[in-house]
């Protein structure tokens, strides 16, 4: 084992048994059971989330520490919105999903704190409204809720913000998402969360906007990181959340599997710069 246990974000969806042995096939140790796949689907969520029993199941047979579970994001699942009835639905429906989830002992849930885009006369509210949900999501879990560090006009975008509130609402950790800082560099960002945070999504980005590329592919001093990580004590799981395919942001020769997220860490833990795999696309920064 290396440094930190390493682990995978996996999609609900019908590969996802298949994707679990791929990941214990490649060395990786930990998963995260993703449930955003088909956010800004409604129709399309729902029935996916039909299968999140046979998921469940599926993690309860494997070797892999269960992590965590991401739950969704996007105007059906904002903790913040303005529109009480929103809010509350938001709530019922999370609730609702530590209740099935729960029984199955994940190490912590994954939440966005808000959707966006938020006005900056709005963003007071917002907060407020966020804590209110957050108050009554811990008392419907015994689990450990992590609140994800996000970029541009999201809540908890900068780490002194995500640091407030937490100490705020009390009782919450933070999934520290490495490449969605962008007023600030990751390891400033690490330094000042400290030991809220309790779980990690790692990919790569350019300090312009989020990107998920492969560690390497970026802007990110990972030394300086890991440094950061060290100097706090963190003791979580390595989670990559990487997009593993061409996109709209990074040309690749092939696509990534999770052999190049195992061999990524073991660089990275070994004090190397890994080598990149893509490049960003031509003519992104124009």
């Known amino acids: 084992m290396g440094r930190y246990r390493v682990g995978v974000s996996i999609s609900l969806y019908d590969d996802f048994t298949e994707n679990v042995k791929k990941a214990e096939d490649a060395g990786l140790e930990s998963l995260d059971f993703d449930l955003c796949k088909f956010w800004p689907n409604r129709e399309a969520e729902i029935k996916n989330y039909r299968l999140i029993g046979a998921g469940l199941e599926t993690i309860a047979k494997c070797p892999l520490f269960f992590n965590g579970i991401h739950v969704s994001f996007g105007p059906n699942w904002d903790f913040s919105s303005l529109d009480e009835e929103k809010r509350r639905a938001a709530v019922k429906q999370t609730l609702d999903v530590f209740s099935r989830c729960d029984p199955y002992g994940p190490f912590c849930y994954i939440l966005h704190g808000s959707f966006e885009p938020i006005r900056p006369e709005d963003r007071q509210e917002s907060v407020r409204r966020l804590k209110e949900s957050l108050a009554e999501l811990k008392a419907g879990t015994d689990t450990i809720i992590c609140v994800e560090t996000l970029p541009r006009t999201c809540l908890f975008n900068t780490a002194r913000e995500a640091a407030r509130i937490a100490d705020e609402v009390g009782g919450i950790s933070l999934c520290i998402d490495v490449n969605?800082?962008?007023?600030?560099?990751?390891?400033?960002?690490?330094?000042?969360?400290?030991?809220?945070?309790?779980?990690?999504?790692?990919?790569?980005?350019?300090?312009?906007?989020?990107?998920?590329?492969?560690?390497?592919?970026?802007?990110?001093?990972?030394?300086?990181?890991?440094?950061?990580?060290?100097?706090?004590?963190?003791?979580?799981?390595?989670?990559?959340?990487?997009?593993?395919?061409?996109?709209?942001?990074?040309?690749?020769?092939?696509?990534l599997d999770y052999r190049d997220l195992r061999r990524n860490a073991d660089e990275l833990f070994a004090g190397k710069k890994p080598e990149p795999i893509g490049h960003p696309v031509e003519g992104l920064y124009k």
Do not use: M
Request: glycine share 8%; with cysteine.
């Open 180 to 255: 969605h800082f962008l007023q600030e560099k990751t390891e400033d960002a690490i330094k000042h969360l400290g030991p809220r945070i309790r779980t990690t999504h790692i990919s790569d980005h350019d300090y312009i906007d989020e990107r998920h590329w492969l560690p390497g592919e970026g802007r990110i001093d990972w030394q300086a990181v890991l440094k950061a990580f060290d100097e706090i004590g963190y003791e979580g799981v390595w989670n990559y959340e990487v997009n593993l395919g061409n996109c709209s942001t990074i040309v690749r020769p092939r696509a």
